[in-house]
């Protein structure tokens, strides 16, 4: 939750300059900011997925304790779970940006297929073919799926739009 709080707060943040940019029709200040969001995006990811890997043993010792079944059970899912921050910022940074460029319909696909689809076939799936680690997996691989909508739908509208 605290990544996601991070690309939440950096994309609500580049949002207005998104709009402007394209607004005044400036499509290599655009492209420039589309360019360092991303950049942006992806050194948070690397610093949060460092982060959480190093502090998952005392972050679960905080809900139960290293001689208790689950403690295995929960260091094993964090690890798991944690694959998904590479994804979640890029996720988060194209549906905002497609709202800052006015294009609502395109920020609910990726929303709704990314919380909702994706996760639901995931969670529905992977555990059957993979167990309790299916659980697990199943954040990091709707994030993935949903990473690859997003680079789709960029390819698609960057002509449109100019980033």
Do not use: H
Not at 14 to 19: D, F, L, Q, Y
Not at 100 to 117: E, K, T, Y
Not at 128 to 154: K, Y
Request: proline residues 4%.
């Amino acid at each position: 939750m605290f990544a996601s709080s991070l690309y939440s707060g950096y994309s609500c943040g580049v949002a207005p300059m998104i709009s402007f940019y394209y607004g005044e029709q400036n499509r290599e200040k655009l492209r420039r900011l589309v360019t360092l969001s991303l950049k942006v995006i992806a050194v948070i990811s690397l610093v949060t997925v460092a982060v959480s890997f190093v502090l998952t043993k005392p972050l679960v010792s905080v809900f139960a304790r290293p001689d208790n079944p689950v403690y295995e059970l929960a260091v094993t899912g964090n690890r798991i779970c944690t694959i998904a921050l590479f994804f979640i910022g890029f996720n988060i940074f194209a549906s905002g940006m497609f709202t800052a460029l006015s294009n609502g319909a395109v920020s609910a696909v990726l929303a709704f297929s990314r919380s909702f689809v994706f996760m639901l076939i995931t969670m529905l799936v992977l555990p059957l073919i993979l167990g309790v680690n299916g659980i697990w997996l199943a954040t990091p691989a709707a994030e993935l799926m949903a990473l690859a909508l997003s680079a789709a739908l960029f390819r698609k509208y960057r002509g449109r739009y100019g980033f």
